[in-house]
């Protein structure tokens, strides 16, 4: 079983969700079972990217229940859309939102913490279909209220479903190669860099807009979880975090 986390960009247009769905094609057919976590559409300025959805009133400002209600909305759009998109291209799967995610929060609006993640939901999904989408960012108090779980959350879903449910992989897929010796959008010799250790990949995540959040990684590493950040739009390998159970060990390339 894998997890496959898709950000913003992918899940931009009809055309980039093309390439998601080849992605989780593949997926489906080499692991059997997905469970995609998805981001909302876009950035800034896109229709229902998150930063676009909590400018529609000032008043979210005093609000913060309803302002992680509305924030919560952009990926559960993006887990609608790509669900029935998934449907057309006749890959069933079941969409999971609020508290079948299973991801139970405190009331701390805007920057929830974790208090449990529970699988029932997902793992009756799983017996039933072979891909499950789940909007990413987002988990719910005891009481049932939605809750956000801080900038680059989706990608902490990710890790949390990954380390509960015992993926053998959890894949990001990002607008780049993979992790790169630079910036490529400021540096043009920037170069893939394959395989990383958790300590290395650690190192490279310390400034404000990391390749995954960092929270996020420090989950993964800690139940020994190996990632695979990937481009969106190709089928290049991109970049192994490989923990230190495995590292040195072949097994895991000969998987991929």
Excluded: W
């Amino acid at each position: 079983m894998i997890i496959q986390k898709f950000g913003g960009i992918a899940m931009q247009s009809e055309a980039s969700r093309k390439h998601c769905i080849l992605h989780i094609r593949k997926a489906i057919h080499k692991f059997e079972k997905a469970v995609i976590v998805v981001s909302a559409m876009g950035r800034g300025g896109d229709a229902y990217a998150t930063d676009t959805l909590l400018t529609l009133t000032s008043a979210f400002k005093n609000d913060s229940k309803s302002k992680d209600l509305v924030a919560a909305c952009g990926e559960m759009i993006a887990a609608a859309v790509i669900s029935a998109e998934l449907e057309q291209s006749g890959i069933n799967n079941t969409l999971l939102y609020g508290q079948g995610i299973g991801i139970e929060t405190s009331d701390n609006f805007g920057d929830a913490e974790i208090h449990a993640v529970h699988t029932t939901a997902i793992e009756k999904a799983l017996s039933e279909t072979s891909c499950v989408i789940i909007p990413g960012f987002q988990g719910t108090t005891a009481e049932g209220d939605i809750t956000t779980l801080g900038r680059g959350g989706s990608d902490l879903t990710a890790a949390l479903l990954g380390a509960a449910l015992k993926a053998q992989f959890i894949e990001y897929y990002k607008d780049v190669p993979g992790v790169m010796t630079y910036n490529p959008k400021i540096n043009a010799n920037a170069e893939l860099i394959a395989k990383l250790t958790y300590p290395e990949f650690h190192e490279l995540l310390n400034d404000s807009h990391p390749i995954v959040q960092k929270k996020a990684a420090e989950t993964a590493e800690k139940h020994h979880l190996t990632l695979h950040i990937r481009n969106t739009f190709s089928m290049d390998q991109g970049t192994l975090i490989i923990p230190a159970i495995h590292h040195g060990s072949s097994d895991i390339l000969s998987i991929l």
